[in-house]
């Protein structure tokens, strides 16, 4: 069963595919043997899931993690998807300060902060979270990453050698075509894929997760 503590084990780089917004895509996502998929409960997002059409995500529970991510949200959403059982994991993916993430410490809700980096000034924030894990993505303001953009991964590199008690997430236009580099390079707990694994957005191309899959495993 997918854990979190799983999900972050820094022996081997996991993946999670980000903007899942069917059932189908979900389940084959299960079979392919995916560590996690993130649905976007974001309105403004091009790949963005209704709650009320999220009820597929339950038949899943145990199947691979599910984080449910979020930009500048009223906390009661997370919380209450959460409790009812649709997730297991909130990714704040907005401006989010530290006192906005205390609500979820102090409710035991896990969380992920995912920071847009456009310099390592940006990173200077993130151990005060107390995250589960931190993301990191590509700058990308008003849109809040999906971008396929990438950031220089030097800056990720010195931050995960910096803070190596921190679980490091790496996102930003990763495909299958640069992920073994990105994971040798960084060497990050795991890579996040949106755009770097789909046909269109919110519509995943399960071969492009298969080679996603294949370039992370150990040689």
Not at 33 to 39: M, P, R, S, Y
Request: charge should be negative.
């Amino acid at each position: 069963m997918p854990t979190l503590a799983r999900f972050l084990d820094p022996s081997a780089v996991s993946l999670k595919i980000c903007g899942v917004t069917t059932a189908a895509d979900a389940t084959a996502l299960a079979g392919l043997g995916v560590e996690a998929v993130g649905v976007n409960f974001w309105p403004m997002s091009k790949r963005y899931l209704d709650p009320s059409a999220a009820g597929w995500l339950k038949d899943h529970a145990g199947r691979f993690l599910r984080v449910g991510v979020f930009v500048n949200a009223d906390p009661q959403l997370p919380l209450r998807l959460f409790r009812e059982g649709f997730i297991d994991v909130v990714q704040l993916h907005g401006d989010e300060r530290p006192e906005d993430a205390r609500i979820y410490q102090d409710a035991g809700v896990p969380f992920i902060k995912a920071i847009g980096v456009k310099s390592a000034a940006d990173l200077e924030i993130a151990p005060r979270f107390g995250a589960a894990a931190v993301l990191l993505d590509a700058h990308a303001p008003g849109v809040y990453g999906g971008t396929g953009e990438t950031f220089d991964w030097n800056t990720a590199l010195a931050f995960h050698r910096d803070h190596p008690g921190i679980p490091l997430i790496l996102a930003g236009g990763i495909v299958p075509e640069n992920a073994a580099a990105a994971a040798a390079f960084v060497r990050p707990a795991a890579l996040d894929v949106a755009s770097g694994a789909e046909v269109s957005p919110g519509v995943k191309d399960m071969a492009k997760v298969s080679a996603l899959l294949a370039a992370l495993k150990p040689s």
